[in-house]
């Protein structure tokens, strides 16, 4: 038998494409991800035994492991090719030593493949070039998890005792929470500032109008706030409108506009998320995709570089592809005179490969069409524009600003413009931008003017406007701002966002995040009591020496050791707090969001309490976390749950039923009510009563409306619903848009697919329907039966179906569901045996075990029956006994009575 070598990556999807490439001498297998973790329990890393680890290999993962080890018997060569990333690495590093502690490779070669694209050329020239494991980013991850671990299961106790109602916290969620907090406490104490602008209307001697601001009033320059009130913007409008302007001075500025970087992990996101409106968290699923392997007519190929770097650089070769196409597609006007080199501004910025771009520059995205599903094309075309355009040249704009001046000098002028003289890389890519401002006017045009022409002014008018709060977090401002910071990973910004929103300190509210009041009291209690390891600088700092742990410049237990017994100090002093002590300064930090402030930011008006008159409200704890009390308790007992106004409504809501206006066909009343589940919308009234009586139409509110934001509009859209969208473009059936028992759903034919979280259900129009459908897959149509070949135990026939929870695989009267994430058309012979296997193993522990009971059950049964028969044995025996004693005694009365 020839001995062959063993392969281990990360994914089944990379597995299998990684076989194509290297053949029947090569067996390639899945970790699926880490074999092993820290146990969730005390004691899993010991700082007392020199931080001694104590890992642990999940089920799961042992039936991995026992795959992977028994390919390795009788293997001439062991390649760790995990993910090219501290990750990764680690990974790998887990695989051998489980193997090692099995003594499965012993006298085995075992050495690490790195690549960083799945394609045949880089997987080959990274077999022949293998190495051995980095312990310079094995030391980092440990570092890395021994922090976390140490931190939250040092620091969740610490809340949960001081803090009810609090879940766990961790070493960098927690201050991605804060800056959610402190954004939020910005808003609430932001107060408005009025100002005024005056614009006008004028004509150039061509005949065209533009448009003029008011810069200088009587000689002086205005700035932002020198028309603070409307009696000023009156006045100042006065005087422009009796003016007769002409142009005074022209200034003729030429800009060079350059592109931006080829993609990293945390551009891509921020990108993705402003132009295709995709999360994160789907942002890296979708690229992870496209890096692992696409099929492309029969040759499956990974179509991105990896997708985790904070690296912009590109290698020569991307670099020379993207040259030649520029300079074919574009002309040679479009290629700069050299490459373009990018350096990162990114603090503690990893380089170790390649920015995100295509492996193969000349797949364009048109001819990608046909073998990506919808989602996966957006993304594939950001990415390929976006490379592309890092090699392009730069874009020149001719830039105008022309001062106009009345004919008594009290009033001047500017208009602002500019002219793309030369469109550059802009003719393939812009970048978005999360909060665009007003006042650009790059795409302004003005007419030809020259110095002392006559401009009459055809209208002015004088404009409101009020100063704006810092606009809340969306996605990709808070993965840019923690990237700023240097707060976390590339890698992490995912899983961060995820884990604050499934513990409930944020939502995702419109595209951004609102902190929830858990969340705050949770920043609150960390900031006041663990100040200096959830400071912003501190985390920068820490990520900087994991990173030098990396690159082997310090050793990974000091580290922990520097931050491990301050820490454990600190936390005990959290624990020795009183309930006292922590209310009062969680009350202190709070009080101005949970009580309104007056125009001096004082609360005190807000906190007398509304039942005995004379109490202060403030904040308190009980078993199932905070709320609002009065200070007389136990005289007064008036409390009531954050989130509630004075009088026991919710903040900011009003008195129901409360009438919207009239629907425009009917004329009936649409009106906002409050019912035992909720609020919601209705339209008319009940008529009659009884059984013949008919109930109006009644539709609940969204998850994250509220209920005082709620217009006629939107109330005659959730009335609408649901609603007919138009008939899908392949199948001819009806798609519908509407709200059931688990959220918003598409309806295409008889087929539902829930509404991704980006989506509005009162807006969505038959071209979105139609790609949330797509992307649905299977969930959105059904499959047709498929055979997937026979089964290796009996040569039965597997099959693959769709059934009422998805698509299925079936052998005999088995049945196993098909994995969420995997596609139906790559389900192999292996993947449905494995399915099928776990499925009726499940049912048999289920027979078993119930088996079990039921033969326990009778056994008690048994017993009880014997017991109750011994007992009535002897019940029968006693009442003989006695009866017989009884006779005996009334013979000797009788005989005693005869003599």
């Keep these: 038998m020839t001995a062959h070598n063993v392969v281990i990556v990360e994914s089944p999807a990379k597995a299998k494409t990684i076989n194509k490439y290297l053949g029947k001498d090569y067996t390639v297998l899945a970790s699926f991800g880490h074999v092993r973790d820290l146990p969730p329990k005390d004691g899993s890393v010991e700082p007392d035994n020199d931080f001694a680890m104590h890992w ?107 803090l009810p109602g609090a879940k766990s916290a961790g070493r960098v969620q927690s201050v991605a929470l804060r800056l959610v907090c402190e954004r939020e406490g910005e808003i609430e104490s932001f107060r408005p500032q009025e100002y005024w602008s005056i614009d006008a209307q004028l004509s150039a001697p061509s005949g065209d109008g533009f448009t003029a601001r008011l810069t200088h009033l009587n000689g002086t320059k205005l700035d932002k706030f020198s028309l603070g009130d409307k009696t000023a913007a009156d006045t100042a409008l006065a005087t422009v409108k009796k003016g007769l302007f002409s142009v005074q001075k022209i200034e003729n500025k030429t800009v060079r506009r350059n592109p931006f970087p080829p993609f990293t992990t945390s551009t891509l996101q921020q990108e993705a998320s402003r132009k295709l409106g995709m999360g994160a968290s789907r942002t890296m699923q979708v690229a992870q995709r496209l890096y692992e392997g696409v099929d492309i007519g029969g040759e499956t190929v990974g179509l991105i570089t990896y997708m985790r770097t904070d690296s912009i650089n590109l290698s020569g070769e991307a670099i020379a592809a993207a040259r030649n ?108 931008r999360d909060d665009p401002t007003d006042d650009d006017d790059d795409d302004r045009r003005l007419p030809k003017l020259t110095e002392g022409d006559a401009t009459p002014l055809l209208k002015a008018n004088a404009e409101q406007h009020f100063t704006q709060p810092p606009p809340r977090y969306t996605e990709a401002s808070l993965v840019k701002k923690m990237e700023e910071l240097g707060i976390g990973r590339p890698s992490t910004y995912a899983s961060i966002l995820r884990v604050l929103q499934d513990r409930n300190y944020v939502v995702l509210d419109r595209k951004r995040f609102v902190p929830e009041d858990r969340g705050r009291l949770v920043t609150s209690f960390l900031t006041a009591f663990f100040e200096r390891y959830f400071d912003y600088d501190f985390t920068a700092k820490l990520e900087d020496e994991l990173d030098r742990i990396s690159n082997g410049d310090i050793d990974w237990k000091a580290v922990l050791r520097d931050f491990w017994l301050p820490f454990q100090g600190q936390s005990n002093d959290a624990l020795s707090l009183t309930g006292t002590e922590v209310r009062e300064t969680l009350d202190r930090e709070l009080g101005a969001h949970f009580f309104e402030a007056d125009e001096s930011g004082d609360t005190e008006a807000a906190r007398k309490c509304p039942s005995c008159g004379d109490g202060r409200l403030s904040l308190n704890f009980g078993r199932w976390g905070a709320f609002i009390a009065c200070s007389n308790y136990p005289e007064c007992r008036y409390t009531r749950q954050l989130g509630e106004s004075g009088d026991g409504s919710e903040e900011g809501e009003v008195e129901y039923p409360k009438v919207l206006g009239t629907h425009p066909d009917d004329g009936q009343e649409v009106s906002l009510r409050k019912g035992p589940y909720g609020v919601y919308v209705q339209l008319g009234e009940q008529e009659g009563k009884g059984k013949g009586a008919t109930k109006p139409k009644r539709t609940s509110l969204l998850k994250g409306m509220k209920p005082e934001e709620i217009t006629l509009d939107v109330a005659l859209r959730l009335l609408s619903l649901p609603r007919d969208l138009g008939t899908h473009p392949e199948s001819g059936e009806l798609i519908q848009a509407g709200v059931g028992r688990y959220g918003p759903y598409l309806k295409h034919g008889s087929a539902f697919v829930s509404l991704p979280a980006d989506d509005d259900v009162l807006t969505i129009g038959i071209n979105r329907a139609v790609e949330v459908i797509a992307q649905a897959g299977t969930k959105g149509k059904a499959i047709a039966k498929k055979e997937i070949g026979p089964h290796p135990e009996d040569g039965a026939m597997i099959t693959l179906q769709s059934g009422r929870y998805g698509p299925y695989v079936k052998h005999g009267k088995t049945n196993a569901s098909v994995p969420k994430g995997v596609e139906v058309d790559d389900v192999t012979v292996e993947q449905a045996v494995e399915w099928l296997a776990a499925r009726a193993a499940k049912v048999s522990a289920k027979k078993a075990s119930a088996k079990k009971t039921t033969a326990k059950k009778a056994s008690a049964k048994k017993a009880t029956a014997k017991k109750a028969k011994a007992k009535k044995t002897t019940a029968k025996k006693t009442s003989a006994k006695k009866a017989s004693a009884k006779k005996s005694a009334a013979k000797k009365a009788a005989a005693k009575k005869a003599g």
């Design 325 to 432: 196409l520029i300079g074919s597609e574009f002309g040679d006007a479009y290629l700069p005179d050299s490459p373009r080199v990018y350096k990162t501004k990114a603090k503690n910025a990893q380089e170790a490969h390649e920015a995100i771009r295509p492996t193969d520059l000349s797949r364009h995205p048109k001819a990608m069409r046909s073998y990506l599903d919808n989602e996966q094309l957006r993304l594939y075309e950001l990415i390929w524009k976006r490379t592309m355009a890092s090699q392009m040249a730069s874009a020149i704009l001719d830039k105008v600003a022309i001062d106009l001046a009345s004919d008594d000098k009290s009033a001047t002028l500017r208009a602002n413009g500019s002219m793309v003289k030369f469109d550059g890389f802009l003719t393939l890519y812009t970048e978005d």
């Design 56 to 162: 642990l290999v999940d089920p799961k993962s042992k039936k991995r492991l026992d795959d992977i080890a028994k390919a390795c018997k009788g293997a001439s060569k062991l390649l760790l090719a995990t993910d090219p990333d501290r990750e990764g690495e680690a990974i790998s590093w887990h695989v051998q030593e489980e193997l090692k502690r099995r003594k499965i490779i012993d006298g085995l070669d075992v050495s690490r493949v790195v690549f960083h694209e799945v394609t045949k050329n880089a997987i080959l020239r990274a077999m022949e070039n293998p190495r051995d494991l980095n312990q310079e980013l094995i030391d980092a991850y440990m570092a890395r998890r021994a922090l976390d671990y140490l931190v939250g299961f040092t620091l969740s106790p610490v809340l949960w005792r001081k």
